[in-house]
């Protein structure tokens, strides 16, 4: 298990491999490829010889360039049959790793074979003079780099990127701002200065003279497709069972988290009837008299006949593992369920089992409830500015947004004076332009946003620690795709979201299950900073290194803590973010 690492540089690009912790495993004379130890799949090298006769299908974008490609990647196939099947006679051989057949896809056709390609991925070839980058479509795996000292380094690893010692970097105040707006950073700052995140769907090509250029080879398109609300049922149904069955581990037990919501019932479901082995299902409670989903997570285990188990995550274990859980994540995630997420892929992990599937993806993909606060908006909306729906959407998120000026210090505030508004992040997505309807501008949104930079990134960092691969089949392509051709009437029919899904399994789970309302999993994270947690935040927020970092005001956090005013339940949402970014910056060691 592994992450991997790439440099394009003149200055010993072998030695910088080595500078960040890695092992070389091919050098050229400006490339170096290489392994690093930690949670991940990273394999390679893999090469491709190129033909001269096919060269220009590999060299479209840099005719300069030539020679045989060499890669490696964190490399997940999930149609590894069909771009087979695509290559023909120029395929590797059957046994090889997946990387090396999407390397193949590339070098045979270009980024057309890196869009036909259904998986999780993060690749990096040395092509030529350059250094090609290549992000999944959704962005299941991440991807990174920075430039210093004349030269390029990359990894899937934020913490490897920030050993290396060419590189000076920093806090980056403006992603300070965007993490407490969004709980996660929505798009390619991290809170490391000069170090950047390839966004999905994306090719990003570093040249050695320190330019680059970015391809997009994969963009959801709207589509006015006028069939039938049950065919577009069935169609929706057919593509369903085809994701999860191409995620579901050949010959081997798989996991389903189930939550008891439409979205994880319907994997499970799909997945009891379309697998040949033991399905095994897991479900989490707080413990005491907090709510929870367990009736209706043991109802649809007993349907769908699987072997379940309920997890308990007692405050106190959270407040005795936050800290590890953080450190995991390359970019900080303001979600109270990273901690029970974590020890659900151990007790998933300690079954034996090394595919886990879950539900995720329907909100972003079909129109979940918190779509409902814009669309609301949009009703009453006076204001014709085009940014005026992005700075709506920004107050929706209900986080801290609304409260910057009295939680940043006043020095920090002055900093981040000539930074670009947050709205410049949502409106190229919000706008009238490829997608018509308000609707699926919002689902936009948000698969570019949450999905990419929060949802799926969470979940791999946290069920690869496990060592498990974490597969989310709401978030395949062609269900992606189909959702853009679904009108929105039949996404949001009256006050009924996710309609068009919930018709295409309506007969594989119970009618309490489909037509249940959307409850969310009720954390009791105001429970948890009144009680396990509430010296560990007291300690943190207000202690040496805080206060020497300066980001807070310190009457703020002191009057959240002690819950002054109207302690409103997203209050303790509020102090989890900052909690969480205090976390994060000690585990990355970033300084004032």
Same mark, same amino acid.
């Given at each position: 298990?592994?992450?991997?690492?790439?440099?394009?540089?003149?200055?010993?690009?072998?030695?910088?491999?080595?500078?960040?912790?890695?092992?070389?495993?091919?050098?050229?004379?400006?490339?170096?490829?290489?392994?690093?130890d930690?949670p991940?799949?990273?394999?390679?090298?893999f090469?491709?010889?190129?033909?001269?006769?096919?060269?220009?299908q590999?060299?479209?974008?840099?005719?300069?360039?030539?020679?045989?490609?060499?890669?490696?990647?964190?490399?997940?196939?999930?149609?590894?049959?069909?771009?087979?099947?695509?290559?023909?006679?120029?395929?590797?051989?059957?046994?090889?790793?997946?990387?090396?057949?999407?390397?193949?896809?590339?070098?045979?056709?270009?980024?057309?074979?890196?869009?036909?390609?259904?998986?999780?991925?993060?690749? &990096?070839?040395?092509?030529?003079?350059?250094?090609?980058?290549?992000r999944?479509?959704?962005?299941?795996?991440?991807?990174?780099?920075?430039?210093?000292?004349?030269?390029?380094?990359?990894?899937?690893?934020?913490?490897?990127?920030q050993?290396?010692?060419?590189?000076?970097?920093?806090?980056?105040?403006?992603?300070?701002?965007?993490?407490? *707006?969004?709980?996660?950073?929505?798009?390619?700052?991290?809170?490391?200065?000069g170090?950047?995140?390839?966004?999905?769907?994306?090719?990003?090509?570093?040249?050695?003279?320190?330019?680059?250029?970015e391809?997009?080879?994969?963009?959801?398109?709207?589509?006015?497709?006028?069939?039938? &609300?049950?065919?577009?049922?069935?169609?929706?149904?057919?593509?369903?069972?085809?994701?999860?069955?191409?995620?579901?581990?050949?010959?081997?037990?798989?996991?389903?988290?189930?939550?008891?919501?439409?979205?994880?019932?319907?994997?499970?479901?799909?997945s009891?009837?379309?697998?040949?082995?033991?399905v095994?299902?897991?479900?989490?409670?707080?413990?005491? *008299?907090?709510?929870?989903?367990?009736?209706?997570?043991?109802?649809?285990?007993?349907?769908?006949?699987?072997?379940?188990?309920?997890?308990?995550?007692?405050?106190?274990?959270?407040?005795?593992?936050?800290?590890?859980?953080v450190?995991?994540?390359?970019c900080?995630?303001?979600?109270?369920?990273?901690?029970?997420?974590?020890?659900?892929?151990?007790?998933?992990?300690?079954?034996g089992?090394?595919?886990?599937?879950?539900?995720e993806?329907?909100?972003?993909?079909?129109?979940?409830?918190?779509?409902?606060?814009?669309?609301?908006?949009?009703?009453?909306?006076?204001?014709?500015?085009?940014?005026?729906?992005?700075?709506?959407?920004?107050?929706?998120?209900?986080?801290?947004?609304?409260?910057?000026?009295?939680?940043?210090?006043?020095?920090?505030?002055?900093?981040?004076?000539?930074?670009?508004?947050?709205?410049?992040?949502?409106?190229?997505?919000?706008?009238?332009?490829?997608?018509?309807?308000?609707?699926?501008?919002?689902?936009?949104?948000?698969?570019?946003?949450?999905?990419?930079?929060?949802?799926?990134?969470?979940?791999?960092?946290?069920?690869?620690?496990?060592?498990?691969?974490?597969? &989310?089949?709401?978030?395949?392509?062609?269900?992606?795709?189909?959702?853009?051709?679904?009108?929105?009437?039949?996404?949001?029919?009256?006050?009924s979201e996710?309609?068009?899904?919930?018709?295409?399994?309506?007969?594989?789970?119970?009618?309490?299950?489909?037509?249940?309302?959307?409850?969310?999993?009720?954390?009791?994270?105001?429970?948890w900073?009144?009680?396990?947690?509430?010296?560990?935040?007291?300690?943190?927020?207000?202690?040496?290194s805080?206060?020497?970092?300066?980001?807070?005001?310190?009457?703020?956090?002191?009057?959240?803590?002690?819950?002054?005013?109207?302690?409103?339940?997203?209050?303790?949402?509020?102090?989890?973010?900052?909690?969480?970014?205090?976390?994060?910056?000690?585990?990355?060691?970033?300084?004032?």
């Amino acid at each position: 298990m592994s992450r991997w690492c790439a440099f394009l540089t003149p200055d010993d690009p072998a030695g910088q491999v080595r500078a960040v912790g890695g092992r070389p495993v091919a050098v050229a004379s400006r490339h170096a490829l290489g392994l690093l130890d930690g949670p991940g799949v990273a394999a390679g090298p893999f090469s491709v010889r190129i033909q001269p006769s096919r060269g220009d299908q590999v060299v479209r974008g840099d005719r300069s360039a030539r020679g045989d490609l060499t890669a490696v990647g964190e490399v997940t196939l999930f149609n590894a049959a069909h771009l087979r099947a695509r290559l023909g006679a120029d395929a590797p051989p059957p046994d090889c790793a997946d990387g090396e057949l999407l390397l193949h896809c590339y070098a045979r056709f270009g980024l057309d074979g890196i869009a036909a390609a259904d998986g999780m991925f993060a690749l &990096a070839i040395a092509d030529g003079a350059d250094l090609v980058l290549l992000r999944d479509h959704v962005g299941t795996r991440t991807l990174f780099h920075a430039w210093a000292g004349g030269g390029w380094a990359a990894s899937t690893s934020l913490r490897a990127l920030q050993r290396w010692p060419a590189l000076r970097t920093g806090l980056h105040l403006p992603a300070v701002r965007s993490f407490l *707006t969004f709980a996660y950073l929505p798009g390619r700052e991290t809170l490391l200065r000069g170090i950047h995140e390839v966004l999905p769907g994306r090719c990003v090509r570093l040249h050695g003279d320190g330019s680059m250029t970015e391809q997009t080879y994969w963009e959801p398109i709207e589509v006015d497709d006028p069939r039938s &609300a049950v065919e577009h049922a069935l169609a929706l149904r057919a593509l369903l069972e085809d994701a999860v069955a191409r995620r579901l581990p050949a010959g081997a037990p798989v996991g389903v988290l189930l939550s008891g919501g439409i979205d994880s019932s319907l994997v499970t479901a799909l997945s009891a009837k379309l697998h040949d082995q033991t399905v095994r299902s897991y479900s989490i409670s707080f413990g005491g *008299t907090t709510p929870n989903e367990l009736a209706y997570s043991g109802l649809v285990a007993a349907h769908c006949n699987t072997e379940h188990r309920v997890l308990t995550v007692p405050g106190e274990t959270v407040a005795a593992r936050l800290a590890e859980t953080v450190s995991l994540l390359d970019c900080p995630v303001g979600d109270p369920l990273t901690v029970p997420n974590l020890m659900l892929a151990e007790a998933v992990a300690a079954d034996g089992i090394r595919v886990v599937l879950n539900g995720e993806g329907g909100d972003p993909v079909f129109g979940g409830p918190k779509n409902l606060p814009m669309l609301i908006f949009e009703l009453f909306r006076d204001d014709p500015d085009p940014d005026a729906r992005a700075a709506a959407y920004l107050d929706s998120y209900r986080k801290c947004y609304g409260d910057l000026p009295v939680l940043l210090s006043p020095e920090v505030l002055t900093a981040l004076g000539d930074a670009p508004p947050l709205t410049d992040l949502l409106a190229p997505y919000l706008r009238q332009g490829p997608m018509t309807s308000l609707l699926n501008q919002l689902l936009h949104t948000n698969l570019r946003t949450k999905g990419a930079h929060h949802i799926l990134t969470k979940v791999e960092r946290l069920t690869a620690a496990s060592g498990l691969e974490g597969r &989310a089949p709401l978030f395949d392509r062609a269900v992606i795709d189909h959702a853009f051709r679904v009108q929105p009437k039949f996404k949001l029919a009256g006050t009924s979201e996710k309609w068009i899904l919930k018709q295409a399994v309506r007969d594989l789970l119970p009618p309490t299950i489909v037509d249940r309302p959307k409850s969310g999993m009720r954390v009791p994270v105001q429970q948890w900073l009144s009680g396990p947690l509430r010296e560990l935040g007291h300690d943190l927020l207000l202690g040496k290194s805080a206060r020497a970092r300066g980001l807070f005001r310190e009457d703020t956090i002191r009057a959240w803590l002690r819950g002054d005013g109207a302690l409103l339940p997203r209050q303790g949402g509020k102090l989890w973010l900052v909690l969480s970014l205090e976390l994060w910056l000690r585990s990355f060691e970033v300084g004032p």
